[in-house]
């Protein structure tokens, strides 16, 4: 995408975009590598993971934060604001993240292996489903919930005053549209547990940032890529 010839606002509006789109191919990837079975051999030969456990464990979460760290970056060349308790919490965020997505990778692997064994102590068996289902679904979406907010006030903390192009407005609709879609997916089908409470209160907060500014590239993403995808679930498993 042609960035001369913009103002200032309109280029970094642009990598606004240029980020989402990046953040839309973790997930796209990601749930590729969830969802289907070319990675599901084990990395080594003893067998300590599953190229889908080690993906999302040591791939996928240090470009999520990559890309998050990008749109700071870019935020605080439009405002040069910069809120220290944001940031921290920002840390913390990213550390029970890291702490979630590790218990839950290491867990869904030893439930996977746990199906196919019978002679297994069942309060053994209980550890690995309680930390697979419950303990490591609150951190993580504790921190998923942290870390979303954190960008929603890195955004109001530096506005754009200007509005968004056609161009850039389209880029943070299709790409929340995305999101949509796989909220869609995985809430339509199976149990609701906390994912359904946490997506819920980040909608919520999102609705709040947007109706107080409705031209900020993070809150129209937000908005697009959280109330359609809940709507949809709603309609879907009422019918």
Known sequence: MELTGMTNEAKYQRWIGLLLIAQ??????????RLTDFSSGPVAANQFLRWRDFN???VFPPLTVLVAIGFRQVL????????????????????????????????NY???LAKSRDAIDPVFREV???????????????????????????????PFQTRLSLIDMAICIINGLVLSAAIFVNLSRGDLGFDLVALLILAVTALVFWLKDKKQPMNIYYVAGLWPGLIATAIARMF
Do not use: C, P
Request: charged share 10%; aromatic share 18%.
């Open 24 to 33: 839309t191919l973790i997930l796209i990837v990601a749930s590729l590598n």
């Open 76 to 107: 605080l060349k439009v405002g040069k604001t910069q809120w220290g308790w944001v940031d921290i919490l920002f840390v913390i965020a990213v550390y029970f993240l890291g702490a979630g997505y590790g218990v839950h990778e290491l867990g």
């Open 110 to 112: 030893l439930s996977f």
């Open 128 to 158: 690995i489903r309680y930390n697979d289902d419950d303990f490591s679904h609150w951190v993580f979406f504790g921190a998923f919930i942290a870390l979303n907010v954190v960008m929603l006030l890195w955004q109001a903390a530096n």
């Open 56 to 58: 999302h464990l040591m």
